[in-house]
């Protein structure tokens, strides 16, 4: 899979342009997208720009069909994907129309949805944008794809990440480098880079990402969307390929807040196939968005402001005043093992993904390497498939977890990790919910960090403890920062998702 996506579907690039599909595309011509909508005003209406609910509510009204959302859609891809490389892989452009049309009567009524390419998906391949599976075709849907099915979605296609989502820029995905819609010179951030980058330049409708250390936010941060990481165990993680199990979870990106709860509502609940997930009723998390945020107190974490200067500071102080006036209670909270979560993190989840990767052996599930002898195929399979940000992870893994080291490391770092939950815990009976940047930057230049991973890894320096104690937050555009996307992150405590849900969509509608 070549920097011009030379491997999408048709064969080249532009395959794409006619309509074609990507990388699963089956033998065959598509035609055009003007050919395929009926003769509406499409380019006019824009469908590709608007919001899920924008969508849903013409669609009830019977003032467009959904033929024309899908025509728009590829419409965006043929003129900006060439540039973004948010897709690894789309549906047939017919194949898509035909499922959408027969959704017609279901809640979601066909419309698309895009998807991580580290989540099971039947009729794609799932590559986790690595060459070790590059041509790996799940059997099963993930259950997130289940309930997005049963609700009337289709799937447009699979986004771009960093190789096993091991990564906060895009830039180590295993076929090309995905950018950001607002400056294609910068990274979208990662390592869901191509949920984000879609939603973003109006290339899908919603997407669903995942999120390890801040895979869903920091991204939604830098390309200026909506971005939720839920609580653990919210969500069904059956079907995405694990990276680090006890901090990976799937969530939603969108458009707006609104968006967001509703994509929620779809994929949350408890599933038997996963013995982390909770098992609590789904709930409704639009019902309360209009409750308004009168008398609610939030806390600003003084270890999350500290190194803010200039634009971003003044961003907060606006977040802050912007609260207040809507009868807010805005307090200081400290959570002060902040400066441990990036090593801890760095050991904790490489740990379990030194673990989780050794699946990946030239024997199951991908290419193999050499045939010479055993010890040869692993080795060889593994140096060749793996780049090389999942090798330096799978090392700083392994070695936390061998012999003579492992207390010193992985179990001390399992302590600390107690003590960055209880950090949230003492703050959270003082507030409701906690505000705070969610990244440090807005998007750096594609190849600033690419040497420097320490440099990279501090880019979620303030998503991380939040998958470290498994609580939910969720980013929201927060302001510009040096002419870019700022994201304001509002974390809640465990299971209060429509807390939060309630507060960025009360900050949102008085933000414009």
Known sequence: ??????????????????????????????????TISPANEVSLLRLHEKTLHELLALLENR????????????????????????????????????????????PLRGIPATIKDNISTIGFKTTCASKFLEKFEPVFDATVIKRLRAAG??????????????????ENSGFFTTRNPRDPERVPGGSSGGSAAAVAANEAIFALGSDTGGSIRQPAALCGVVGLKPTYGRVSRFGLVAFASSLDQIGPLTKDVHD??????????????????????????SKDLNL???????????????????????????????????????????????DYAIPVYYILASSEAS?????????RYSQRASDENVETMFSESRDKGFGAEVKRRIMIGTYALSSGYYDAYYTKAQKVRGLIKQDFDRA?????????????????KIG????????????????????????????????????????LQIIGDQFQESKILRVAYAYEQASN
Not at 265 to 276: C, Y
Not at 436 to 444: L, Q
């Open 428 to 444: 959270f009976q003082q507030v409701d919910a906690i505000i705070g940047p969610t990244s440090p930057t807005p998007a750096f």
């Open 260 to 285: 967001c709860a509703l994509v929620l509502n779809l994929i949350d609940g408890h599933d038997a196939h996963d013995s982390t997930s909770v098992n609590q009723s789904a709930l409704d998390y």
């Open 63 to 106: 003032e467009i069909q959904v033929s024309e959302i899908i025509a728009d859609l590829y419409a965006a891809i043929i003129e900006k994907d060439q540039t973004v490389n948010a897709y690894l892989s789309l549906a047939h452009k017919e194949d898509l129309i035909k499922q959408a049309q027969a959704n017609a009567h279901l």
């Open 153 to 170: 979605a289709t799937i447009l296609g699979k986004t771009n990440l960093d190789e096993f989502a091991m990564g906060s820029s895009t």
């Open 448 to 487: 600033e960090k690419s040497d420097d991973p320490i440099a990279m890894y501090l880019s979620d320096v303030y998503t991380v403890p939040i998958n470290l104690a498994g609580i939910p937050s969720i980013s929201i555009p927060g302001g510009i920062v040096d002419g870019l996307p700022f994201g």
């Open 355 to 363: 673990a989780n990767l050794a699946r990946f052996d030239g024997v």
């Open 1 to 34: 899979m070549t920097r011009t996506k030379t491997c999408r579907g048709g064969g080249t690039a532009d395959a794409l342009a006619s309509g074609a599909s990507g990388l699963n595309a089956r033998e065959g011509s598509n035609p055009s997208p003007g």
């Open 292 to 338: 308004g945020v009168n008398r609610l107190k939030l806390g600003l974490p003084k270890e999350y402001v500290k190194a803010l200067r200039g634009e971003a500071l003044r961003c907060v102080e606006t977040w802050v005043k912007t609260f207040k006036d809507m009868g807010v209670e805005t307090l200081d909270v400290s959570l002060p093992h902040t």
